[in-house]
T-cell receptor, first 113, second 114 residues
Protein backbone atom coordinates (compact mmCIF):
# COMPACT_ATOMS: atom_id res chain seq x y z
CA UNK A 1 0.00 0.00 0.00
CA UNK A 2 1.07 3.52 -0.67
CA UNK A 3 1.73 5.98 2.14
CA UNK A 4 3.18 9.45 2.55
CA UNK A 5 4.86 11.05 5.55
CA UNK A 6 5.76 14.67 6.08
CA UNK A 7 7.99 14.76 9.17
CA UNK A 8 7.59 18.47 9.85
CA UNK A 9 4.18 19.56 11.11
CA UNK A 10 5.09 23.22 11.24
CA UNK A 11 8.06 25.24 9.94
CA UNK A 12 8.85 28.91 10.46
CA UNK A 13 11.33 30.73 8.24
CA UNK A 14 12.34 34.34 7.75
CA UNK A 15 11.43 36.10 4.55
CA UNK A 16 14.29 35.74 2.07
CA UNK A 17 15.61 32.55 3.67
CA UNK A 18 15.73 29.24 1.84
CA UNK A 19 13.14 26.54 2.42
CA UNK A 20 13.06 22.76 2.28
CA UNK A 21 9.96 20.74 3.09
CA UNK A 22 10.42 17.03 3.50
CA UNK A 23 8.32 14.25 2.03
CA UNK A 24 8.87 10.50 2.22
CA UNK A 25 6.74 7.93 0.49
CA UNK A 26 6.23 4.20 0.54
CA UNK A 27 5.53 2.45 -2.73
CA UNK A 28 6.98 -0.60 -4.45
CA UNK A 29 7.67 0.96 -7.81
CA UNK A 30 8.24 4.48 -9.08
CA UNK A 31 5.21 6.46 -8.04
CA UNK A 32 3.67 9.63 -9.33
CA UNK A 33 4.53 12.39 -6.85
CA UNK A 34 2.82 15.71 -6.32
CA UNK A 35 3.17 18.81 -4.18
CA UNK A 36 0.08 20.91 -3.55
CA UNK A 37 -0.25 24.21 -1.70
CA UNK A 38 -3.26 25.40 0.26
CA UNK A 39 -3.53 29.07 1.11
CA UNK A 40 -5.71 29.96 4.12
CA UNK A 41 -9.39 29.38 3.40
CA UNK A 42 -8.69 28.06 -0.08
CA UNK A 43 -8.65 24.77 -1.92
CA UNK A 44 -5.47 23.01 -2.98
CA UNK A 45 -3.40 24.08 -5.97
CA UNK A 46 -0.78 21.98 -7.73
CA UNK A 47 2.80 23.27 -7.36
CA UNK A 48 4.58 20.54 -9.30
CA UNK A 49 4.56 16.84 -10.10
CA UNK A 50 6.98 14.05 -10.99
CA UNK A 51 6.39 11.07 -13.19
CA UNK A 52 9.69 10.08 -14.72
CA UNK A 53 12.81 11.52 -16.30
CA UNK A 54 14.78 14.35 -14.75
CA UNK A 55 14.67 13.94 -10.99
CA UNK A 56 14.70 17.71 -10.40
CA UNK A 57 11.29 19.15 -11.19
CA UNK A 58 10.44 22.82 -11.54
CA UNK A 59 7.07 24.14 -10.50
CA UNK A 60 5.13 27.33 -10.16
CA UNK A 61 5.95 30.22 -7.83
CA UNK A 62 9.69 29.43 -7.91
CA UNK A 63 9.42 26.03 -6.23
CA UNK A 64 11.34 22.92 -7.19
CA UNK A 65 11.45 19.35 -5.91
CA UNK A 66 13.95 16.54 -6.19
CA UNK A 67 13.03 12.88 -6.44
CA UNK A 68 15.52 10.59 -4.71
CA UNK A 69 14.66 6.96 -5.25
CA UNK A 70 17.31 5.68 -2.81
CA UNK A 71 15.79 7.73 0.00
CA UNK A 72 12.14 7.41 -1.08
CA UNK A 73 11.94 11.16 -0.83
CA UNK A 74 10.50 14.03 -2.80
CA UNK A 75 11.54 17.19 -0.94
CA UNK A 76 10.25 20.61 -1.93
CA UNK A 77 12.63 23.58 -2.05
CA UNK A 78 12.62 27.29 -2.66
CA UNK A 79 15.78 29.43 -2.57
CA UNK A 80 14.15 32.59 -1.19
CA UNK A 81 10.82 32.56 0.61
CA UNK A 82 8.29 35.37 0.24
CA UNK A 83 5.68 36.30 2.85
CA UNK A 84 2.98 35.14 0.43
CA UNK A 85 4.37 31.58 0.61
CA UNK A 86 2.85 31.15 4.07
CA UNK A 87 0.43 28.26 3.57
CA UNK A 88 -0.11 24.54 4.10
CA UNK A 89 1.88 22.23 1.84
CA UNK A 90 0.84 18.70 0.99
CA UNK A 91 2.85 15.95 -0.60
CA UNK A 92 0.86 13.26 -2.41
CA UNK A 93 1.57 9.96 -4.14
CA UNK A 94 -0.27 8.22 -6.95
CA UNK A 95 0.42 5.21 -9.12
CA UNK A 96 -0.10 4.07 -12.69
CA UNK A 97 -3.60 2.72 -13.33
CA UNK A 98 -4.65 3.87 -9.89
CA UNK A 99 -7.37 6.46 -9.79
CA UNK A 100 -6.70 7.64 -6.25
CA UNK A 101 -4.02 9.81 -4.69
CA UNK A 102 -2.77 9.49 -1.12
CA UNK A 103 -2.03 12.75 0.67
CA UNK A 104 0.45 13.35 3.46
CA UNK A 105 -0.61 15.11 6.68
CA UNK A 106 0.74 18.45 5.50
CA UNK A 107 3.36 20.96 6.66
CA UNK A 108 2.27 24.39 7.78
CA UNK A 109 4.69 27.15 6.76
CA UNK A 110 4.90 30.47 8.57
CA UNK A 111 7.03 33.31 7.21
CA UNK A 112 8.50 35.98 9.49
CA UNK A 113 8.80 39.39 7.81
CA UNK B 1 -14.54 28.65 -16.76
CA UNK B 2 -15.30 28.34 -13.04
CA UNK B 3 -13.37 25.09 -12.43
CA UNK B 4 -14.74 23.23 -9.41
CA UNK B 5 -17.51 24.88 -7.42
CA UNK B 6 -18.94 23.81 -4.07
CA UNK B 7 -22.00 24.87 -2.14
CA UNK B 8 -22.50 25.85 0.58
CA UNK B 9 -19.27 27.46 1.85
CA UNK B 10 -20.29 27.16 5.49
CA UNK B 11 -22.89 25.08 7.31
CA UNK B 12 -23.84 24.44 10.92
CA UNK B 13 -25.94 21.37 11.70
CA UNK B 14 -27.33 19.82 14.82
CA UNK B 15 -26.63 16.18 15.57
CA UNK B 16 -29.01 13.98 13.60
CA UNK B 17 -29.80 16.49 10.88
CA UNK B 18 -29.15 15.68 7.26
CA UNK B 19 -27.70 17.72 4.45
CA UNK B 20 -26.22 17.46 0.97
CA UNK B 21 -23.01 19.09 -0.16
CA UNK B 22 -23.03 20.01 -3.82
CA UNK B 23 -20.09 19.93 -6.22
CA UNK B 24 -19.89 20.76 -9.90
CA UNK B 25 -17.06 20.99 -12.42
CA UNK B 26 -17.02 22.48 -15.89
CA UNK B 27 -13.79 20.93 -17.17
CA UNK B 28 -15.39 17.82 -18.68
CA UNK B 29 -13.50 15.62 -16.22
CA UNK B 30 -14.49 11.99 -15.75
CA UNK B 31 -13.17 11.49 -12.23
CA UNK B 32 -14.51 13.28 -9.17
CA UNK B 33 -13.62 12.98 -5.47
CA UNK B 34 -14.81 13.95 -2.02
CA UNK B 35 -12.26 14.51 0.74
CA UNK B 36 -12.42 15.63 4.31
CA UNK B 37 -9.63 17.64 5.89
CA UNK B 38 -8.94 17.47 9.59
CA UNK B 39 -5.99 19.03 11.47
CA UNK B 40 -2.88 16.89 11.31
CA UNK B 41 -4.48 14.27 9.10
CA UNK B 42 -4.18 15.74 5.64
CA UNK B 43 -6.92 14.93 3.18
CA UNK B 44 -8.74 11.65 3.51
CA UNK B 45 -10.77 10.27 0.66
CA UNK B 46 -14.44 9.68 1.44
CA UNK B 47 -15.79 8.56 -1.95
CA UNK B 48 -14.80 8.90 -5.53
CA UNK B 49 -16.34 8.43 -8.94
CA UNK B 50 -14.27 7.30 -11.90
CA UNK B 51 -17.03 8.06 -14.37
CA UNK B 52 -20.68 8.98 -14.60
CA UNK B 53 -22.77 6.27 -13.00
CA UNK B 54 -20.00 4.74 -10.90
CA UNK B 55 -18.95 5.42 -7.32
CA UNK B 56 -16.51 3.73 -4.95
CA UNK B 57 -15.66 3.99 -1.29
CA UNK B 58 -12.52 5.67 -0.16
CA UNK B 59 -10.72 5.58 3.16
CA UNK B 60 -13.49 7.00 5.39
CA UNK B 61 -16.93 6.34 3.81
CA UNK B 62 -18.96 5.55 6.94
CA UNK B 63 -21.79 8.00 7.54
CA UNK B 64 -21.76 9.36 3.99
CA UNK B 65 -23.45 8.65 0.68
CA UNK B 66 -22.73 10.06 -2.75
CA UNK B 67 -24.49 10.56 -6.05
CA UNK B 68 -22.88 11.13 -9.41
CA UNK B 69 -25.83 12.93 -10.90
CA UNK B 70 -24.20 13.46 -14.28
CA UNK B 71 -20.72 14.08 -15.59
CA UNK B 72 -20.60 17.56 -14.04
CA UNK B 73 -22.07 16.99 -10.60
CA UNK B 74 -21.06 14.86 -7.62
CA UNK B 75 -22.94 15.33 -4.35
CA UNK B 76 -22.12 14.16 -0.82
CA UNK B 77 -24.92 13.43 1.64
CA UNK B 78 -24.83 13.17 5.40
CA UNK B 79 -27.98 11.30 6.43
CA UNK B 80 -27.63 11.79 10.18
CA UNK B 81 -24.86 14.19 11.07
CA UNK B 82 -22.57 13.48 14.00
CA UNK B 83 -20.06 15.77 15.75
CA UNK B 84 -17.26 13.57 14.37
CA UNK B 85 -18.21 14.80 10.91
CA UNK B 86 -17.22 18.34 11.77
CA UNK B 87 -14.59 19.03 9.14
CA UNK B 88 -13.73 20.87 5.97
CA UNK B 89 -14.94 19.04 2.89
CA UNK B 90 -13.27 19.36 -0.50
CA UNK B 91 -14.46 18.21 -3.85
CA UNK B 92 -11.95 17.58 -6.63
CA UNK B 93 -11.98 16.48 -10.24
CA UNK B 94 -9.43 15.02 -12.60
CA UNK B 95 -9.21 14.14 -16.25
CA UNK B 96 -8.96 10.37 -16.25
CA UNK B 97 -7.05 8.17 -18.63
CA UNK B 98 -3.73 8.96 -17.00
CA UNK B 99 -3.29 8.93 -13.24
CA UNK B 100 -0.47 11.43 -13.70
CA UNK B 101 -3.09 14.10 -14.26
CA UNK B 102 -3.47 16.57 -11.43
CA UNK B 103 -6.59 17.01 -9.36
CA UNK B 104 -8.42 20.34 -9.35
CA UNK B 105 -9.99 21.33 -6.05
CA UNK B 106 -12.98 23.37 -5.08
CA UNK B 107 -12.80 26.03 -2.33
CA UNK B 108 -14.24 23.73 0.34
CA UNK B 109 -17.25 23.56 2.66
CA UNK B 110 -16.66 24.17 6.35
CA UNK B 111 -19.15 22.03 8.29
CA UNK B 112 -19.79 22.17 12.01
CA UNK B 113 -22.00 19.61 13.72
CA UNK B 114 -23.18 20.57 17.19
Amino acid sequence: AQSVTQPDIHITVSEGASLELRCNYSYGATPYLFWYVQSPGQGLQLLLKYFSGDTLVQGIKGFEAEFKRSQSSFNLRKPSVHWSDAAEYFCAVGAPSYDKVIFGPGTSLSVIP
Amino acid sequence: NAGVTQTPKFQVLKTGQSMTLQCAQDMNHNSMYWYRQDPGMGLRLIYYSASEGTTDKGEVPNGYNVSRLNKREFSLRLESAAPSQTSVYFCASRASGNSYNEQFFGPGTRLTVL
